[in-house]
Each structure stands twice: as C-alpha cells, then as structure tokens.
C-alpha cells in the first residue's frame, strides 16, 4: 500500500509545481500584455491615461469582427443612460481602440438585450425578427468609420424614434 501511495504523491507534487510554473508564466504574460496596451494606450501623461468614469459600465463582447472592424457591447446601468455620459464613454473607447479602422459599439441597459453567453463570434441574421419588447430598454449604437463619429440612441423609451449625435474628433 505504501509503494502505491509514494508514486501517487509524486505525481501530484509535480502536477502542482507544472500548474504552479503555468500560472507564473500566464502572470509574466498578462503583465507583458499590460506593459504593451500601456505603452499602445499611453500619451506619457499620467494625468490622462488614467481614466475614471463618473458611472459604471460593463464591456461584455469586445472582438474582430473583420480584420479592420471592431466591435464592442457594452452593459451600461440604465440610470447612467444620458447624451453626455454616452459621449464620454464613446469618445474613451474610440482613443482606446485606434488601431481598428471602424469601430462599432452597441449599448445596452438591460440584461435581456444582451446575446447569451458562447465560445462561437455572435452573429445576428438580418432576417430575425425584433424581440417584441425591443424598444422597452434604451440602447444606444456608436460607429466610427475612419475620421467621422456618430451615435444613435434612443432617449424616450418605447418608441422607435433614435436620436443622432455628430462627434468631432476633438469631443470628449
């Protein structure tokens, strides 16, 4: 019984120290990837690369759509939902994500607008019908395509009626 449990304990000792060297070597690789999206993300002021927003938000699918678009769903708490706090998060993401020629990101208030959870790309066929209570939540939709940036969203809800804001390259 003692030969048996020797190699048994063996085994598991050098499955720990191989976990233990695979969680060092993921830490020493998020760091390098930190290093690296704060020196793509930095302006080498320290003022400004630290960005505080005044609400909560959550990026729930951030993926390459195509080699050059970029698309990005945000949960956004529904009391934050305003013009100005959709500029402001618009305007962080889109200085956040420059090397993507287009970017899209699709906001939503409530969790029954969000995709559910997969491994596979979401995708949306076009002829999918509307959820019957697609205008209940606001949403909000961001594009940017080379130099010009724009938003839609809807400020009364249950109604189909989106509002258009222009952004300049200088809003913040």
């Not at 596979?120 to 509307?130: F, H, W």
Request: glycine share 2%.
């Amino acid at each position: 019984m003692k030969l048996l449990i020797l190699p048994l304990l063996l085994s598991m000792f050098a499955f720990s120290a191989f976990a233990q060297k695979d969680k060092i070597k993921q830490l020493k690789i998020q760091m390098l990837i930190s290093a690296e999206q704060k020196k793509e993300f930095s302006s080498g002021n320290s003022e400004t690369d630290c960005v505080t927003m005044k609400f909560h938000y959550l990026v729930t699918l951030d993926f390459m759509l195509t080699s050059k678009i970029r698309r990005i769903e945000v949960f956004m708490n529904e009391k934050a939902f305003s013009e100005e706090n959709l500029k402001t998060l618009f305007a962080y993401l889109s200085d956040k994500y420059t090397s993507s020629e287009d970017l899209n990101v699709i906001v939503n208030t409530n969790w029954n607008q969000l995709q559910l959870p997969t491994d596979c790309l979401p995708l949306r066929a076009s002829n999918q019908p509307d959820k019957p209570d697609k205008y209940d939540y606001h949403q909000a939709i961001f594009n940017r395509r080379g130099k010009i940036k724009y938003f839609r969203y809807n400020p009364v809800l249950k109604t189909s009626i989106f509002k258009k804001v222009t952004m300049n390259n200088n809003s913040q």
